[in-house]
């Protein structure tokens, strides 16, 4: 779990509730406010969720790291290794060949 994530999504809650930044619309009634509020947040939320996570995703990672890939990677010596995945998928068309 991404606690930056869940951290930046009450600190935003709680910016946006009614009366601490924002108080729109004025002099209307509680659920009306509620709802306006609420569609604030969710907008602002949609367009700066993912940045916070990447941004926090990056600062977690050590510096150099790159997360290995599906189709091959390397071992300690820095050779490429395929992945167990496309061994599977070579060993099925090698004995289809075989068998033909």
Same mark, same amino acid.
């Given at each position: 779990?991404? /606690?930056? $994530?869940? $951290?930046?999504?009450?600190?935003? =809650? =709680?910016?946006?509730?009614?009366? *601490? ?9 509680? $659920?009306?406010? %509620? %709802? *306006?509020? #609420? =569609?604030? =947040? #969710? $907008?602002? /939320?949609? @367009? !700066? ?6 941004? +926090? ?7 150099? @790291?790159?997360?290995? !890939?599906?189709? +091959?990677?390397?071992? *300690?010596?820095? &050779?490429?290794? #395929? +992945?167990?995945? +496309? &061994?599977?998928? #070579?060993?099925? %068309? ?7």
């Amino acid at each position: 779990m991404n /606690w930056v $994530i869940t $951290i930046y999504t009450a600190l935003l =809650f =709680f910016a946006l509730c009614p009366g *601490v930044l924002v108080s729109l619309p004025p002099k209307r009634g509680k $659920i009306t406010v %509620a %709802a *306006v509020h #609420a =569609f604030i =947040f #969710a $907008i602002v /939320w949609h @367009f !700066t969720h993912k940045f916070v996570l990447l941004t +926090s995703m990056r600062m977690s990672r050590p510096e150099g @790291f790159k997360p290995k !890939t599906l189709e +091959s990677s390397t071992d *300690v010596t820095g &050779n490429k290794v #395929a +992945s167990k995945a +496309s &061994n599977k998928v #070579a060993n099925k %068309a090698s004995k289809n060949d075989t068998t033909k």
